[in-house]
């Protein structure tokens, strides 16, 4: 039995969400926006990027350049960035136990190994960046092709409800997060295969999963 985790980046292993909210605020201006309060921010989190925008009388026909001045933005602080508290001893007692990992980003590769290797993480057989944060199904599709991975013994694990759409689409398993961007009530409302709240947990969810499928 082969098991293969394949992992969100930001919010799932990088603790990213207040330093996206700082980098949305900083920007705001530009926009003709004033910044978000937190309370602002966190009503937001849970709505899906053109709800967010509706919400914020945000033009949707400006979207795509909002979006891509965030990420070059985001690129520029990600040597600020740590692991999601714990996930690091997760990660590392992961590649430990022979499990094959995976990671699926909207960052470039470059960009996500720097973060890795800075924080000791250099544990994963394969990272793919993206070219957006849209159509991540189809990333963890060819994946799945490209490294010959057994859909039903793998798992993608993030932190959105995007992922639960995504793995769902891709046709494995979604194990969604509770440290990052979605709430613990949106992300069940959209059924994810499994749900942890801590990242010690997810070493328990895979020694119940080995056991079931050795």
Known sequence: MNLALIFDFDGTVANSIEAIFQLINKLAPSYGFEPLSQETFNTLRDLSIPKACRKLHFPLSKLPQAITTVLNEYRQIMPQLLPCPGMDTVIRKLKEWGIILGLISSNDAEHINDFLKRNNLDCFDWIEGTKGILGKHNSIRTQVKKHKLNQNHTFYIGDEVRDIKA????????????????????????????????????????????????
């Open 167 to 214: 793995a769902h689409r891709s046709k494995v398993k979604i194990i969604s997060v509770t440290w990052g961007l979605h709430s613990e009530e949106n992300l069940l409302r959209h059924h994810p295969d499994y749900l942890v709240r801590k990242p010690e947990e997810l070493l328990d969810l895979v020694q119940n999963v080995q056991s079931h499928l050795s």
